[in-house]
């Protein structure tokens, strides 16, 4: 115990928090050692988030202007060829093969790319099904990490407060040992409390922001999903008119 007190009194009169670290107990370095790795992973993981929502936004938007530019669906889904590792291109994808299977199913097994789609409200409501779906697919794919994030922002103040708890009690087992209680006995058992409240907090306030930015960006991408959901069901019911249209004419 004089040993670890006189290599605290070192350190502090150094300001050499390395040092501090490297003289205060097992536990405490513990402690430590997992709020570094919870800190580590979870600036990975924010890193990653960001790339990917960032790439997603700028994905969205040539999206979102190729779509509304044909006039067919299926046109249209030849223009985006370029974005099939989209999770926007998965969605139309997924929607239209559902129409394409009904469409033939309706025709009698007839598949044509020049046929518009036919399809019947109970229909409409199944491919609006598998569009609902596919982004909860899509959002599952999206929220990775995420709850990792949570429980960093939950725990690490916990683990932080655990370490004060026994930098505390350190420093009244010195003063007990010692019976003195001048800042050269307490002085290890604070400083290793505090570096342990400081670590926790360090590790905890970035992944709290990064939880709290992540599921708004998740909501917004969830609603952009929704609307181009509508999108796809909105022409789906054009084309089908336009079909029930043509085969009055030609009646």
Known sequence: MQTAVIGFQVALMGGNVWSMIAESGFFAQFIL???????????????????????????????RSLFRRGRRLADRMAALGSLRHTPYWRLLDAGLKEAVAFSEQNRGGESSPDAWYDLTPGQKQAVSDTLQRTIQEEISKLES????????????PFLGLLGTVWGIMDAFIGIGLTGSASLAVVAPGIAEALIATAAGLGAAIPAVIAY???????RMIGDDFSNLSLEILTELTKENAREASDISRAL
């Open 212 to 218: 709290n930015w992540s599921t708004r960006k998740l």
């Open 145 to 156: 990490w995420t709850i990792f994030l949570a429980t960093v922002g939950n725990a690490s």
């Open 33 to 63: 050692a997992i709020l570094l790795v919870f800190s580590v992973v979870s600036w990975a993981a924010i890193i990653k988030k960001w790339k990917t929502f960032r790439r997603l936004d700028a994905d969205a938007a040539q999206f």
